[in-house]
């Protein structure tokens, strides 16, 4: 015979081997410590783009500048 409580009380012992399997799996911290890890580096990189961005150009400007006077003159 079927019986509802028999099922739900089947279905609480299924869903709590589960979550116990699930707290002890920490493959999961690691991608998410290496998912912080790059977005550190990415915000890091976007920070010296900005800061510096001003001089770099203006320096291969002056690089471009310079190989375009040397070729012009020989």
Request: proline fraction near 0%; charge should be negative; charged fraction near 20%.
């Amino acid at each position: 015979m079927f019986h509802v409580q028999d099922v739900l009380m089947g279905f609480g012992a299924c869903v709590r081997r589960h979550l116990a399997f699930l707290a002890r799996d920490e493959r999961g911290a690691t991608a998410v410590e290496y998912g912080l890890l790059l977005a550190g580096v990415g915000l890091l990189i976007l920070v010296a783009v900005f800061e510096l961005g001003d001089e770099l150009d203006s320096m291969f400007t002056h690089v471009r500048t310079t190989f375009t006077e040397a070729n012009s003159g020989s």
